[in-house]
């Protein structure tokens, strides 16, 4: 099993930033692939970013430029960093781990843009 533990979101205006961060535990290797999905309200979940050691981070594109995914093995934590938050970032935010052929979600935490 897998546990994905989120803080981080909340309210904030155009423009301005919010760090995400998402604490693994369970059967998680140092390798495994860590990242976030967003679920915008009454549209379908999407991936954002993802974070692969020994790949460069995966991206959509609107997160380019303006989203930073990193992770700290030791703690197997991974963060999203975002930076010029738009109205449209607006949804809650899951964290999300594939291990063995199943998926992890973690709860979910809100993050709202409000212009």
């Known amino acids: 099993q897998v546990q994905l533990v989120e803080s981080g979101g909340g309210l904030v205006q155009v423009g301005g930033s919010l760090s995400l961060s998402c604490a693994a535990s369970?059967?998680?290797?140092?390798?495994?692939?860590l990242g976030w999905y967003r679920q915008p309200p009454g549209k379908e979940r999407e991936l954002v970013a993802s974070?692969?050691?020994?790949?460069?981070?995966y991206y959509a594109d609107s997160a380019k430029g303006r989203f930073t995914i990193s992770r700290d093995n030791n703690k197997k934590t991974v963060y999203l960093q975002m930076n010029g938050l738009k109205p449209e970032d607006t949804g809650v935010y899951y964290c999300w781990a594939p291990v063995r052929g199943s998926e992890y979600w973690g709860q979910g935490t809100q993050v709202t843009v409000s212009s």
């Open positions: 369970g059967i998680i290797s140092p390798i495994n692939t």
């Open positions: 974070f692969t050691p020994g790949r460069p981070p």
